[in-house]
């Protein structure tokens, strides 16, 4: 470790090699305060050779407690988070801060995700599969899960760069709908519907959900990466929406960050801190026990609760190495001061993720559910207008 005044401490051969310019950062290490390093590292006051699994790993030994038993709340400030989580999710400031984070550069993101560019959690069903197999794979499972078939009206809310909704079409024959608060985005999977010929039965539109017309409802609908930033006080009012806006018998697929411990929104020992204030402002998480009692809150029946945790550890994991091989390219990229620090926390976020995964600081669950039923006895006898069989073997039956 390079110290500020000129000195260096530790051994030679060491697997990291630190060059600290601020003496501040030597009391985060000291106290632990992994998510004040990393902004010290955003903020450019040291800099490290070596790999960011090597980093993971110290940051983990250093912590002086659990993050998550670290962000236990009182009832007071639980109160105050309410309060505030009520306050900061308008239409317009959710707008600014999708904005905020997935408008930052498209070929950034081109960089280090798969060529489809799904920016959600992989689903690794055998473990050689590479991350764009696996998203391949996760792009099928929730297809699966949600039993779409030919001819049905599919609604992907927060499309991000349209890999579930061209999925959906290309292989199962759907009318997909999608909706994003990006106009990044938004211009480019309008671009590859029309490159792909898609026109006719696939639309991308720019929308919040709480705009979404519910006249003609949908037959299934998927929620993939978006929940988190609807709020915790939203969430009631969020899955009522879906609700309304698929068919009696349809089905709904939630697929979501939760929090590991029971009733904090974010990670302590300043984790949480930095990824609000560098990567995703307005962010909440929620075990997922409060995410089933929201949604039953909202008239939704529970169907199918799949964790998929390690395998959001192996995605982040995939991405940060497929960034680390490119530094050279995302600089060029992300050429402007502001630019090197997005880098730098994008870095730090990537790793910090998979660790906090392998750890169960957090997880990922998928959710199947439908609107509560109306007391038919034969559920269990394929009736129709019913989606859910009631039978897992209907995901993995050979189509």
């Given at each position: 470790m390079a110290l500020p005044d000129g000195g260096k401490i530790g051994p030679a051969d060491a697997q990291l090699h630190f060059m600290i310019r601020d003496h501040a950062v030597l009391a985060h290490f000291a106290a632990g305060e992994v998510g004040?390093?990393?902004?010290?590292?955003?903020?450019?006051?040291?800099?490290?050779?070596?790999?960011?699994?090597?980093?993971?790993?110290?940051?983990?030994?250093?912590?002086p407690g659990s993050p998550v038993d670290a962000a236990q709340l009182g009832w007071l400030t639980s109160l105050v988070r309410r309060l505030v989580s009520v306050w900061r999710h308008s239409v317009d400031r959710d707008a600014r801060q999708i904005e905020f984070h997935y408008d930052l550069s498209d070929e950034f993101?081109?960089?280090?995700?798969?060529p489809r560019r799904v920016?959600?959690?992989?689903?690794?069903?055998?473990?050689?599969?590479t991350v764009a197999q696996a998203q391949e794979a996760k792009l099928d499972h929730i297809c699966r899960k949600l039993a779409l078939k030919s001819g049905e009206r599919f609604l992907d809310v927060g499309g991000g760069w349209g890999g579930l909704m061209l999925w959906a079409a290309e292989h199962y024959d759907v009318d997909?709908?999608?909706?994003?608060?990006?106009?990044?985005?938004?211009?480019?999977?309008?671009?590859?519907i029309q490159e792909k010929g898609l026109g006719g039965r696939v639309r991308m539109e720019l929308l919040d959900y709480r705009k979404l017309d519910e006249s003609n409802p949908y037959d299934k609908i998927s929620s993939v990466g978006m929940f988190e930033h609807v709020g915790r006080?939203?969430?009631?009012?969020?899955?009522?929406?879906?609700?309304?806006?698929?068919?009696?018998?349809?089905?709904?697929?939630?697929?979501?960050?939760?929090?590991?411990?029971?009733?904090?929104?974010?990670?302590?020992?300043?984790?949480?801190?930095?990824?609000?204030?560098?990567?995703?402002?307005?962010?909440?998480?929620?075990?997922?026990?409060?995410?089933?009692?929201?949604?039953?809150?909202?008239?939704?029946?529970?169907?199918?609760?799949?964790?998929?945790?390690?395998?959001?550890?192996?995605?982040l994991w995939a991405w940060s190495d497929a960034l680390e091989a490119r530094l050279d390219e995302a600089r060029a990229i992300l050429s402007t001061p502001q630019g090197e620090r997005s880098l730098r926390a994008y870095r730090m976020y990537l790793a910090g993720c998979a660790m906090g995964f392998e750890h169960g600081w957090i997880a990922l669950h998928q959710i199947i559910a439908q609107p509560q039923p109306a007391g038919r006895p034969d559920e269990l006898d394929y009736p129709e207008g019913q989606a859910y069989p009631w039978r897992r073997d209907y995901i993995y039956a050979p189509r």
């Open positions: 004040a390093l990393g902004e010290d590292y955003v903020d450019g006051k040291f800099d490290f050779d070596g790999s960011m699994r090597d980093l993971m790993r110290l940051a983990a030994g250093i912590l993101y081109a960089l280090w995700l798969d920016y959600s959690c992989a689903y690794y069903r055998e473990p050689g599969m997909v709908t999608g909706i994003t608060l990006s106009h990044n985005q938004h211009a480019y999977v309008n671009q590859l006080a939203q969430l009631t009012g969020y899955f009522s929406k879906l609700r309304r806006l698929v068919r009696p018998g349809g089905l709904i697929m939630n697929h979501g960050i939760t929090a590991g411990g029971i009733s904090n929104t974010e990670l302590g020992a300043g984790m949480g801190d930095f990824i609000e204030k560098f990567i995703f402002p307005g962010g909440e998480l929620s075990h997922i026990h409060y995410v089933l009692q929201t949604m039953a809150e909202a008239g939704l029946e529970d169907l199918d609760v799949e964790n998929i945790r390690p395998h959001y550890a192996r995605t």
